[in-house]
C-alpha cells in the first residue's frame, strides 16, 4: 500500500528552505510584484472577525496557535500570537489545496524573514526575503520546479 502521507516531508522542506534563504541571487531578474509578495493582513481583532479565529494556548509558551477554517471547516489559516500580534510562520491554505498556498514569518506582527508561495502539487514558486514589512534581499520566482528569475535588493 502506498504512503500518501506528505505532511512531514513537505514540513521538512518549508524548514530546509526557511533557514536556507540566505544565499544571495543573480541581480537582474525583475522585482516581483507587491501582488505577488503580499503577505495575509488578516489579523485576529484587526481587518478580520474575531469569532472567525479558534485558539489553543501553547503550553510553557507566552504564544497562543490561532487558525481559521472556512464554511466546510478546512483550515485556511494557521499562526501563533505572542501578546496579541503575530509571531513566528503563519500558513496559509485554499480549501482544495492539500499543500500550503504561502509562508510568511512575522516578528511582533511585522513581516521579518522568509515569504514563500507555493503550487498546488506543494513546489515553491516565489521565495523573497523582507525586512520591516517591506521586499528585502533575495527572492526568487520558480516555474515548474525550476528556477524562473531571482535577484537580490540591497539593504534598505
Known sequence: MKNTNYFYPTLGLILILFYACGQAPNAGADT????????AETTP???AEPDDF?????P????TRV??????????????????VKQGPWLTYERVFIYPKSLTHYENGIVNGIY????????????????????????SRYKGGRMAGRSHLNDI
Open 116 to 139: 514563500m508561495e507555493f503550487t498546488t502539487s506543494g513546489q515553491v514558486a516565489l521565495q523573497a526575503v523582507y525586512r520591516n514589512n517591506q521586499l528585502n534581499g533575495p527572492w
Open 54 to 58: 479558534l485558539t489553543e494556548e501553547v
Open 67 to 84: 487558525f481559521r477554517k472556512d464554511a466546510d471547516g478546512n483550515i485556511v489559516e494557521d499562526g501563533f500570537l505572542k501578546n496579541g
Open 60 to 63: 510553557g509558551t507566552e504564544l
Open 45 to 47: 481583532g484587526t481587518s
Open 32 to 39: 516581483p510584484a507587491a501582488s505577488d509578495t503580499q503577505a
